[in-house]
């Protein structure tokens, strides 16, 4: 399956820590999108990273990459209550086509 | 500056009916893609357009066609609906072009009893 995954699927945190979400694929990563999405809403942008960087920071968000495990991580630094959302990872993994593959998505609760 | 707005946001239709949704697109983008994501699920991608024609089409059946207009806005439509096809419907607008950011509309919920 071309499918990304994040891992983990659930993650409850306190708020003011840091919250590491990974997303892994099958086959090498092209320019990758982080979304964050509301309950029962929109997704909305957060960070692209694109294939030859190796870091990128937004922010409290910092989005790193793991050639070896073919995964990039999204780090929420100093984490708050309006943080609580899905968090999906987004990629092209065939070059030259224009269909996004989505991870299943990280859902992370910060605890007020 | 609007971003990508669709309509309706929620909808209940029954087995076998049909339904169009409706989606424009940011302002300045030309491209717009549709998504399917079902509950608890990540978005499915089910094909984009551009220049009033399919680009490129996901996995899903000949009941699922959409339509781009001179404007740029853009409409899916899904014949013959099944229960399976209760879901949100995401539309996503874009500059042409592969690696670009893709801006994604508050989506529309259809529900099929």
């Known amino acids: 399956s071309q499918q990304g995954e994040e891992d983990p699927q659930a993650l409850s945190i306190q708020e003011g820590e840091n919250a590491t979400m990974n997303c892994s694929y099958k086959?090498?990563?092209?320019?990758l999108q982080w979304y964050r999405q509301n309950s029962g809403r929109g997704l909305v942008h957060l960070i692209l990273?694109?294939?030859?960087?190796r870091e990128k920071h937004s922010g409290r968000l910092r989005v790193t990459l793991d050639t070896s495990k073919k995964s990039r991580s999204l780090l929420i630094t100093a984490s708050r209550a309006a943080d609580t959302a899905s968090y999906f990872c987004?990629?092209?993994?065939?070059?030259?086509?224009?269909?996004?593959?989505f991870g299943t998505g990280t859902r992370l609760k910060v605890l007020a | 500056d609007a971003g990508v707005t669709q309509s309706p946001t929620h909808l209940i239709k029954t087995r076998g009916q049909q339904v169009t949704l409706r989606c424009s697109p940011k302002?300045?983008?030309?491209?717009v893609s549709w998504y399917q994501q079902a509950l608890g699920q990540g978005p499915q991608f089910i094909f984009q357009?551009?220049?009033?024609?399919?680009?490129q089409r996901g996995n899903f059946p000949d009941r699922f066609s959409g339509h781009q207009f001179p404007n740029y806005s853009s409409e899916l439509n899904v014949n013959a609906l099944l229960l399976g096809d209760s879901a949100l419907y995401l539309c996503?607008?874009?500059?042409?072009?592969?690696?670009?950011?893709?801006?994604f509309g508050e989506g529309s919920w259809l529900t099929v009893v």
């Open positions: 302002s300045g983008h030309d491209t």
């Open positions: 987004a990629t092209v993994t065939t070059s030259g086509t224009y269909k996004y593959i």
């Open positions: 990273i694109r294939s030859n960087e």
């Open positions: 996503a607008s874009s500059l042409q072009g592969t690696g670009n950011t893709i801006y």
């Open positions: 357009y551009y220049e009033e024609e399919e680009r």
């Open positions: 086959t090498s990563i092209n320019n």
